[in-house]
């Protein structure tokens, strides 16, 4: 027999949409803070010759620069205020992250729940103002060292790029923190998304253009458009996957009462790691590509220009790297996220046990046990993923905007999103029907 929540959900419908005041200022809000996103991806930072930037930046859209630049939403090709975006922020929440699980000071405060977290989040502050300061100078001194690139060179530039840098990025916490507290959906994977789905409507343009001219043919097109909707679907079907461990609470007297014995699941996501997996993983693998883009490569010895070769995308040595990157971060990252000893404690300290297996050390090497087995699963799920786009761009040649990592970012971040405004309206309906419970409860009374 279904559930009330799982009642409500099938009966939601676009009147109750409607009636949910909150849950609509809610999305205005999130749809506000986007859009100034948006409008400070066009801000030019001061200094730049716009058109000199442009030319360089497209020698090196293939690297690291291209991917940041469609985090960013086209950020750093006009290289505007927001041209960092917020991945100083993510870069400094993983780096904290660890060290939870290496400090033990860290570990403790995890453990100490609200308190605890406010004091890790002012530390991923801190580290995120260290690594934008650090990632701007960076910026200004490439800058300086470009041809034509800076009007001005000199020190007071430096300091003007880093302000502005850091203040964009700043600017960009808070704002998705925001939207986190006062709208819809997790805000820094928002501004994330939003930057990704901005230029599809350029990609797909410059796609259907080269149908017009004959570059592609229709059929291709096409068949590329089936295969982007039955891997989206693939991508959900993973993505809601999960393995549920049964939980059961013995019975237990307060009073003279005996309370009757439950139980319950601990969720065990197919994917535990994320997106992280093929973020660090394309962030290598690119980054040779584009530490060579700003040397002169006719002075690189013949096995670095070789290597190079070999790195390059589509080529057999950069795919069987590219895989082997994930499927070590998807273990590599799991490892840190979850930790079956700390759930194997809760579940003892709560009185809760997997049937059949001893509280304490033997649930955790269970827990253990099945998390390895699906991660396996869940790691060549990312890769095939992942991969998909290199094999049709060396089969067919066809320039995909959406790869792997950025597919999986924007399917993910929607999946939360509705879920989250699902829950909003299922919320207002209880809310619904307990006044009016208390309404027929104060006319009976009466």
Known sequence: MASAAEQLASNLNFAAFAKAEDLKRRIWFTIGALLVYRLGTYIPMPGINPTAFAQAFQQQSGGVLGMFNMFAGGAVERMAIFALGIMPYISASIIVQL???????????????????????????????????????GIAVGLEGGANLVADPGWFFRVSTVITLLGGTMFLMWLGE????????????LIIFAGIVAGLPRALSGTLELGRTGALSTGLILAILVLAVVVIAVIVFFERAQRRLLIQYPKRQVGNRMFQGDTSHLPLKLNTAGVIPPIFASSLLLLPATAAGFTDTTTLPSWASSVLAALGHGQPLYMLAYAALIIFFCFFYTAIVFNPKDTADQLKKHSGFIPGYRPGERTADY?????????????????????????????????????GTSLLIVVSVTLDTVAQIQGHLIAHQYEGLIKKSKLRGGKRGR
């Open 99 to 137: 060290m939870t699980s290496v400090i033990p000071s860290l570990e403790a405060l995890k453990k100490e729940g609200e308190q605890g977290r406010k004091v890790i989040n002012q530390y991923t502050r801190y580290g995120t103002v260290l690594l934008a300061t650090v990632q701007a100078y």
């Open 178 to 189: 925001q939207i986190t507290a006062r709208g819809i959906g997790n805000g820094i994977s």
């Open 367 to 403: 827990i253990d046990y099945v998390l390895t087995r699906i991660t396996v699963v869940g790691a060549i799920y990312i890769t095939l993923v992942c991969l998909l786009p290199e094999f049709l761009i060396s089969a067919t040649g066809v320039p995909f905007y959406l790869g």
